[in-house]
Structure formats: C-alpha cells, structure tokens
C-alpha cells in the first residue's frame, strides 16, 4: 500500500498542474476575445500565424522538458539553434550539399553539443547552470566564427566577383511551406513531431522512467541502479538535437541563417515548459503540459501583438507570468 503513494503523489500533481495550465490557457485565451484589436483575434489567420511563430520556441521546449524532468536546466539552445541556421545555411546554399547530407551532419552538430554539455554535467558534476551557460557562450562564439560574423543568405559571391544569387534549396521551401490549403504550416507539423517523439520517451519507455527517477532524487536513483550519467547524456543530447531542429526551421523560413538567431529563445522555452507546470525541481511534468504552455504563451505573444504592445513591454510581462507560475507551482506542493 505504502508503495502505491508516491504514484498517487504524482497523479494528483499531474493532474493538478494540467487543471491550472488549462485555466491559464483559458484565461489568456479570453483576453483576446476582450482585446480582439477590432476582430483581428476572431480571424483564422491569427490563430494559424501563432502557432506557425511559436512552433520554433515549442520544439524548444519540447528537449527543455525533458532536461528539466531529469532536474536539469539547459540555457545552450538559443545558441545551438543559431548555429545550426548557420550551418545548415552555408552547406546548403553556398556549398550545394543535398538535404539528406546536411542535414544530418547539422542535427549531428546539435546533438554533439548537448551530449559535450550532458558530459561535463553527469561525468564531472558541474552544476548544469554553469555548464549549459559555458556551452551557450562558446557555441554562440562558434556560430559567430563559422560566419563570419554575418548572415549566410543566398546572395553569394561568384567566380567572377560580382555577388549573385543562388538557388532557395528545396528543403528550405519544404519546411517553410504552408499545408492543407495554406492552413497549417510545416513547421507546426515539425513541432508536434517534436512534442509525439518526447512524449513517447517520457510516458512510455524505461529511460523516461530514469529520468524522472533522478529528476526526484538523484541519489536514490543513482544507488537503485539507474545509470544516470547516460540518461543526462541522452537528456541533454537529445535537447541540443532538437535545438539544431528548430535551427534548421529558423533557417528555412527567413531563408538565411543569421549567427544571431535564437538569441534569449531559451527564455521563452523555459517560461514555456514552467507555464505548462512542469516542476522546475524536476521529477514532476510532461511533455503534454509544455504542449498547453507552448500554446499559451503563442496566443500570450499574438495578443500583445494585434494590441500593438511594445517589446518592453511584452519582455516585461513574460517575466512576471514565469516568476508568478514558478511561486503558484510552489503553494502547490
């Protein structure tokens, strides 16, 4: 009997935690139908344009997720996303290579630097803080370096020294297309891969078990056998690989790579995954809360949006909902 509480412990939180994101999402959800910027919210567009904008940050979220069930936190994958838009960039436009080689050796490079981040934290017990910001400093320098320090667009140099413009490579077109009669953008599609792929780790395998095990207690996991400097290898490999997904997406819809890009995304994402109510302790949430959190903040941003609201403003407020969740998470334990 005694054995069954903490499942029971658990049950509760989940479905306490999908109860508030739901009302969260709810109660955002109704600001727009207050502040509706004379009908802009009612139309279809705005809805389809949100999640098409918020997809990027939601993949995202959806390795975050899984890094912070394991107790973790990851602030590398603005940079590592920066870094594949480069990378894919340069070696699709400017050196021709075909989709099914440069983009494996670009999700490769996304899943080297989680791992190399993962290392240093389960191997060598660095406080994931200071590993994954050491990681996001140094690869947001490689991004830079690998550039140039400029943007990898399709206006390239040609043999005869005059700047030309190269072909779009066609998965750029692919992944920054619109499906379904215009109605639903392939990135979406790519970000609810993401969020199926991340749920079917946590909810039904045995390395999601781990992770929510040394999420919970790490020590106790550790002397139950669970091997916990490779499941935080898997964790944070498997958060830098989705990085470089979202990398690839950012590339394929401004048609450039831009060393900059991703710059403060992992802020989002995390108020993301908090906004869901996953437990920035660890050991507690899901991917289908972060799926609610992903949402919530799209329409958060897309009603700050239409109403004009300015950046300062928009920043402003994101910090108050993260600090506000993080303090309602906290009443209820």
Same mark, same amino acid.
């Given at each position: 009997?005694?054995?069954?509480?903490?499942?029971?412990?658990?049950?509760?939180?989940?479905?306490?935690?999908? #109860?508030?994101?739901?009302?969260?999402?709810?109660?955002?959800?109704?600001?727009?139908?207050?502040?509706?910027?004379?009908?802009?919210?009612?139309?279809?567009?705005?809805?389809? +344009?949100?999640?098409?904008?918020?997809?990027?940050?939601?993949?995202?979220?959806?390795?975050?997720?899984?890094?912070?069930?394991?107790?973790?936190? +990851?602030?590398?994958?603005?940079?590592?996303?920066?870094?594949?838009?480069?990378?894919?960039?340069?070696?699709?436009?400017?050196?021709?290579?075909?989709?099914?080689?440069?983009?494996?050796?670009?999700?490769?490079?996304?899943?080297?630097?989680?791992?190399?981040?993962?290392?240093?934290?389960?191997?060598?017990?660095?406080?994931?803080?200071?590993?994954?910001?050491?990681?996001?400093?140094?690869?947001?320098?490689?991004?830079?370096?690998?550039?140039?320090?400029?943007?990898?667009?399709?206006?390239?140099?040609?043999?005869?020294?005059?700047?030309?413009?190269?072909?779009?490579?066609?998965?750029?077109?692919?992944?920054?297309?619109?499906?379904?009669?215009?109605?639903?953008?392939?990135?979406?599609?790519?970000?609810?891969?993401?969020?199926?792929?991340?749920?079917?780790?946590?909810?039904?395998?045995?390395?999601?078990?781990?992770?929510?095990?040394?999420?919970?207690?790490?020590?106790?996991?550790?002397?139950? $056998?669970?091997?916990?400097?490779?499941?935080?290898?898997?964790?944070?490999?498997?958060?830098?690989?989705?990085?470089?997904?979202?990398?690839?997406?950012?590339?394929?819809?401004?048609?450039?790579?831009?060393?900059?890009?991703?710059?403060?995304?992992?802020?989002?994402?995390?108020?993301?995954?908090?906004?869901?109510?996953?437990?920035?302790?660890? $050991?507690?949430? $899901?991917?289908?809360?972060?799926?609610?959190?992903?949402?919530?903040? $799209?329409?958060?941003?897309?009603?700050?949006?239409?109403?004009?609201?300015?950046?300062?403003?928009?920043?402003?407020?994101?910090?108050?909902?993260?600090? #506000?969740?993080?303090?309602?998470?906290?009443?209820?334990?």
């Amino acid at each position: 009997m005694k054995s069954r509480q903490p499942f029971k412990r658990d049950f509760r939180f989940l479905k306490g935690a999908f #109860t508030r994101a739901l009302l969260a999402l709810l109660f955002i959800f109704a600001l727009g139908l207050v502040f509706n910027a004379d009908g802009t919210f009612f139309r279809w567009d705005t809805h389809r +344009d949100m999640l098409r904008q918020i997809s990027t940050y939601g993949i995202l979220a959806s390795g975050l997720t899984v890094v912070i069930v394991a107790g973790g936190i +990851d602030l590398s994958v603005g940079s590592v996303l920066g870094l594949s838009a480069v990378c894919v960039s340069l070696l699709s436009i400017h050196q021709g290579w075909p989709a099914g080689l440069a983009l494996p050796a670009c999700l490769a490079m996304g899943l080297a630097c989680g791992a190399v981040a993962g290392g240093f934290i389960g191997r060598f017990a660095i406080q994931p803080f200071i590993a994954t910001l050491a990681t996001m400093v140094f690869v947001r320098g490689l991004s830079k370096w690998v550039s140039g320090g400029q943007k990898v667009s399709t206006t390239v140099l040609g043999p005869a020294g005059t700047f030309e413009q190269a072909p779009i490579p066609p998965v750029f077109e692919l992944l920054s297309a619109r499906l379904l009669n215009q109605n639903l953008a392939a990135v979406t599609v790519v970000f609810l891969t993401c969020i199926l792929v991340c749920w079917v780790l946590l909810a039904g395998t045995r390395w999601g078990r781990w992770l929510y095990a040394i999420g919970g207690n790490e020590l106790s996991a550790r002397l139950s $056998g669970v091997p916990v400097t490779g499941m935080k290898l898997l964790a944070y490999g498997l958060s830098g690989l989705l990085a470089a997904v979202a990398g690839i997406c950012q590339a394929a819809q401004e048609m450039q790579g831009d060393p900059e890009a991703g710059m403060g995304y992992e802020l989002t994402a995390i108020a993301i995954v908090v906004m869901g109510g996953t437990s920035l302790s660890g $050991g507690r949430g $899901g991917i289908g809360l972060t799926l609610l959190g992903t949402v919530t903040i $799209g329409y958060l941003e897309k009603i700050l949006s239409i109403n004009a609201v300015s950046e300062a403003s928009r920043l402003m407020m994101t910090g108050a909902i993260v600090l #506000t969740a993080v303090l309602f998470q906290r009443r209820q334990r």
